[in-house]
Nanobody, 123 residues
Framework: QVLLAESGGGLGQAGDSLGLSCAAT????????MAWFRQAPGKEREFVAA????????DYADSVKGRFTISRDNAKNTLNLQMNSLKPEDTAVYYC????????????????WGQGTQVTVSS
């Protein structure tokens, strides 16, 4: 069974740093671009960052560029998101996702989603 399991997150204050990790099992990680999306209460799911399988090319939403860093360890089947200089508007449930095809910033391009992990940032 293919699984994506997020960990990390939690509570922080504005300006803090938090890290998220995603452990992938099965074939959910191999040869696939991976990404993080997030969803705040009452809002649609939002692209955060993506990283390709080959070369590790990255893409970031403008709202997190310069503050967040996505990385992956293909040998360990793990995806990470380092979040620095957190803002209250970063509060959301964060999802680890595996790409199936299509534009990297579009949710429908991903067919595997983790259960999500909550990040809450207070001002």
């Amino acid at each position: 069974q293919v699984l994506l399991a997020e960990s990390g997150g939690g509570l922080g204050q504005a300006g803090d740093s938090l890290g998220l990790s995603c452990a992938a099992t099965g074939r959910s990680f191999t040869n696939k671009a991976m990404a993080w999306f997030r969803q705040a209460p009452g809002k649609e799911r939002e692209f955060v960052a993506a990283i390709t399988w080959v070369g590790g090319t990255t893409d970031y939403a403008d709202s997190v560029k310069g503050r967040f860093t996505i990385s992956r360890d293909n040998a360990k089947n793990t995806l990470n998101l380092q979040m620095n200089s957190l803002k209250p508007e970063d509060t959301a449930v964060y999802y680890c996702v595996a790409h199936r095809g299509g534009p990297l910033r579009v949710p429908s391009s991903y067919n595997k989603w983790g259960q999500g992990t909550q990040v809450t940032v207070s001002s």
